[in-house]
């Protein structure tokens, strides 16, 4: 299958079948005129990488996990558990520092809006906890 069929079925473009290549984290056949050749298991394997960068891992990260990528790893592979797991570990503190964010600019918003109703009511200084949450250093992952 040429290239352009290949990420029409796996739905992405030929430019991340390509990156992929790049990468070093799939090896694709050639004909005989240079064009690229997916068999089966190269689009299998394609699409255990796409699946791997939607949930957030890097190339580096996917390269990493290579041996679960071929149809022998399709079950568990040799540390992927581990791997996943340390991702979704790294999503919760991502997500936690968001939320803590959001929230502080919830609460900054909403004091703004209440000094807009109230034009007699002293501005709240910007050294308050609320404003100091948001200037915090996003934790080291």
Not at 33 to 42: C, I, K, P
Not at 53 to 59: E, Q
Request: aromatic fraction near 4%; include cysteine; glycine fraction near 8%.
């Amino acid at each position: 299958m040429q290239a352009k069929e290949a990420a029409e079925q796996l739905r992405i473009t030929r430019r991340m079948l390509r990156h992929y290549e790049k990468q070093g984290l799939m090896t694709v056949g050639r004909t005989l005129n240079g064009y690229r050749h997916y068999r089966e298991a190269d689009l299998r394997r394609a699409g255990r990488i796409r699946d791997f960068i939607a949930t957030g891992f890097s190339t580096r990260e996917i390269r990493a996990m290579s041996a679960c990528l071929s149809d022998e790893g399709s079950g568990p592979c040799e540390g992927g558990i581990e791997k996943l797991t340390e991702k979704l570990a790294h999503i919760e503190r991502l997500r936690t520092d968001l939320d803590e964010r959001r929230d502080a600019l919830l609460d900054r918003l909403a004091s703004l809006r209440g000094g807009l109703s109230s034009a007699d009511r002293p501005s709240q200084p910007l050294d308050t906890p609320v404003a100091s949450s948001v200037r915090h250093q996003p934790r080291a992952v």
